[in-house]
């Protein structure tokens, strides 16, 4: 094994709701989730509830709006755009 060489493997599942991969480092032996500095880490929520509020959002829909339809607290929904804005503005 190389040390400078991290290859990732499948290392079980998680999540109530949805079942999200977990991954494992063979060079050190870190363990952590495929969703890791993305936008989902660490949410609770389905992963297309969140994607289709987002893309609702970003099609312009309005806030109070959206809560009404989806039934997702305007606060919640505040804090996914947020996290999704901070993230987009890491990639670029």
Do not use: N, P
Request: glycine fraction near 8%; include cysteine; charged fraction near 30%.
């Amino acid at each position: 094994m190389d040390e400078r060489i991290h290859a990732l493997v499948g290392y079980g599942h998680h999540g109530k709701y949805e079942r999200i991969q977990d991954l494992i480092c063979q060079a050190c032996g870190k363990k952590f989730t495929v969703r890791r500095d993305t936008v989902l880490y660490r949410l609770k929520s389905h992963s297309e509830k969140v994607a289709l509020s987002l893309a609702l959002l970003a099609e312009g829909m309005d806030v109070s709006a959206l809560e009404r339809v989806t039934g997702i607290k305007e606060w919640t929904l505040r804090t996914w755009l947020t996290r999704a804005g901070m993230h987009a503005e890491k990639l670029h």
